[in-house]
């Protein structure tokens, strides 16, 4: 589900104060053509419900199982993602473009 960024980091902070494990994935950086811009928000929690978009397709996926690490105690990390043109519209990333995305634990 497609959300503002302010609902996004509103409703993380809603379920962090509900005691729900959370983390927040955030677009940081893009070279070619990318779905969402940098500060983009994802917000995930330790049920793997989410809301917002940093990109779409396989992406979101693979973000989302990096925020359940995190939310389990694995530290933040920033996960790169970018293919070939031929294959880029398989995992949501348009004309072959890249991007960097920086998942957190939100406490």
Known sequence: MRAGDDDVLRVAAEWRRAG????????VATWGSAP???????????EGNFLGSI????????VV????????????????????DETAWQVGL??????????ERVD
């Open 20 to 27: 729900r494990g959370v983390a927040l994935a955030t677009v």
């Open 36 to 46: 969402r811009p940098v500060g983009s928000h994802l917000a995930i929690d330790g």
């Open 55 to 62: 990109s779409g397709g396989c992406v979101e996926g693979a």
């Open 65 to 84: 199982a990096e925020a359940a690490e995190v939310i389990a105690g694995g530290g933040a990390r920033l996960v790169e993602f970018g293919v070939a």
């Open 94 to 103: 348009s004309c072959g473009g890249r991007i960097a995305v920086y998942v």
